[in-house]
């Protein structure tokens, strides 16, 4: 039985990739930080489950800034594979807290990787690199573009991408970088674009919500779906060389465009529901992002199947059914 180490699994992406690795027969262990809440939701169907938690699912209470605990998991379980995906992860919030963002999306990376290197644990090592990395890098972006970020997630992003690039050279590390694009879902956090927008869609639609407060319209992000994207960083770690991978979807959409797509569901016309609030607004705006994914395509045989449109839907169908849900419950 294979062992797999994830930091930040009750992400987003933590939560997806703990079920596929489960799913795989994994023994899957999980870093949370220590706090007066439990934040486990994403995963608590996961830990509900007697034959899974405790018996293939274990959580470890650890933080991306104490690199001496780090060292002493590594140690401990011994994983096979470890999935860096904690992060302070919002790039608008960076720019507030840009300290704490480097700390924990760029320092916290290097602890990692030197917790790996002093342990001498023989496993492969992921990376969750951004496609904020590019930044002002003209579209379509692949993995010999330049890189130009404009935010400070994205500058910490870059310092992990090469820290890791740098353990592989230095310390023949099986490490891979996956840059990887938007990537949505139903379980994104409520303070994102695109699960706000289906919040208030659904929330409108059942007259609970009058409008949707948002920044900039014509960013235009090249969006994915996340249970998609993490079967492709599993798909890094079993490649028989390291390497570093883009995975997205070769589509560009605008954040107007998530809005006609969202609006749609409920046959409103979004210009009436929509007001421009500038406190959303980036100091340094990232304009255009659209991924060449043809590398991973041809080496490790991963392609999206889900873009935007569909993806509007998915997440609007399902924030009416906790809407409804709640309403049933009152």
């Given at each position: 039985?294979?062992?797999?180490?994830?930091?930040?699994?009750?992400?987003?992406?933590?939560?997806?990739?703990?079920?596929?690795?489960?799913?795989?027969?994994?023994?899957?262990?999980?870093?949370?930080?220590?706090?007066s809440s439990f934040n486990t939701d994403r995963i608590d169907h996961l830990m509900a489950d007697p034959e899974i938690h405790e018996v293939k699912?274990?959580?470890?209470?650890?933080?991306?800034?104490?690199?001496?605990?780090?060292?002493?998991?590594?140690?401990?379980?011994?994983?096979?594979?470890?999935?860096?995906?904690?992060?302070?992860?919002?790039?608008?919030?960076?720019?507030?807290?840009?300290?704490?963002?480097?700390?924990?999306?760029?320092?916290?990376?290097?602890?990692?990787?030197?917790?790996?290197?002093?342990?001498?644990?023989?496993?492969?090592?992921?990376?969750?690199?951004?496609?904020?990395?590019?930044?002002?890098?003209?579209?379509?972006?692949?993995?010999?573009?330049?890189?130009?970020?404009?935010?400070?997630?994205?500058?910490?992003?870059?310092?992990?991408?090469?820290?890791?690039?740098?353990?592989?050279?230095?310390?023949?590390?099986?490490?891979?970088?996956?840059?990887?694009?938007?990537?949505?879902?139903?379980?994104?956090?409520d303070t994102f674009v695109t699960r706000k927008i289906a919040q208030g869609v659904a929330k409108i639609a059942q007259g609970e919500q009058k409008?949707?407060?948002?920044?900039?319209?014509?960013?235009?992000?090249?969006?994915?779906?996340?249970?998609?994207?993490?079967?492709?960083?599993?798909?890094?770690?079993?490649?028989?060389?390291?390497?570093?991978?883009?995975?997205?979807?070769?589509?560009?959409?605008?954040?107007?465009?998530?809005?006609?797509?969202?609006f749609a569901e409920v046959k409103l016309d979004w210009e009436k529901y929509v007001e421009f609030d500038e406190r959303y607004l980036r100091p340094?705006?990232?304009?255009?992002?659209?991924?060449?994914?043809?590398?991973?395509?041809?080496?490790?045989?991963?392609?999206?199947?889900?873009?935007?449109?569909?993806?509007?839907?998915?997440?609007?169908?399902?924030?009416?059914?906790?809407?409804?849900?709640?309403?049933?419950?009152?």
């Amino acid at each position: 039985m294979k062992k797999a180490l994830i930091t930040g699994i009750t992400g987003q992406d933590g939560s997806y990739l703990a079920e596929l690795l489960l799913s795989k027969g994994y023994e899957v262990h999980g870093l949370i930080r220590r706090s007066s809440s439990f934040n486990t939701d994403r995963i608590d169907h996961l830990m509900a489950d007697p034959e899974i938690h405790e018996v293939k699912l274990f959580l470890h209470y650890a933080d991306m800034t104490d690199g001496s605990r780090l060292v002493t998991l590594i140690a401990k379980i011994a994983p096979d594979e470890i999935y860096n995906l904690a992060a302070q992860s919002h790039v608008r919030v960076s720019f507030d807290e840009p300290e704490y963002t480097g700390d924990t999306a760029g320092m916290g990376t290097t602890r990692l990787l030197e917790a790996v290197r002093i342990t001498q644990v023989n496993c492969k090592f992921y990376q969750a690199s951004s496609s904020e990395m590019f930044g002002g890098t003209p579209p379509p972006q692949n993995e010999e573009s330049p890189f130009s970020p404009r935010s400070p997630y994205g500058i910490a992003k870059l310092y992990s991408y090469w820290m890791t690039r740098n353990y592989r050279e230095a310390y023949g590390l099986f490490a891979c970088n996956g840059i990887l694009f938007n990537h949505e879902s139903e379980r994104r956090g409520d303070t994102f674009v695109t699960r706000k927008i289906a919040q208030g869609v659904a929330k409108i639609a059942q007259g609970e919500q009058k409008k949707i407060l948002l920044g900039n319209l014509n960013a235009i992000r090249d969006w994915g779906y996340a249970p998609e994207y993490v079967e492709g960083m599993w798909r890094m770690l079993q490649h028989n060389e390291p390497g570093d991978y883009v995975l997205a979807t070769n589509t560009g959409y605008s954040v107007r465009d998530f809005l006609k797509f969202s609006f749609a569901e409920v046959k409103l016309d979004w210009e009436k529901y929509v007001e421009f609030d500038e406190r959303y607004l980036r100091p340094t705006e990232v304009d255009n992002l659209i991924g060449d994914y043809s590398k991973a395509k041809s080496v490790l045989n991963w392609q999206p199947s889900t873009l935007a449109p569909q993806l509007a839907c998915l997440m609007v169908q399902h924030e009416l059914q906790l809407v409804a849900g709640k309403q049933q419950l009152t």
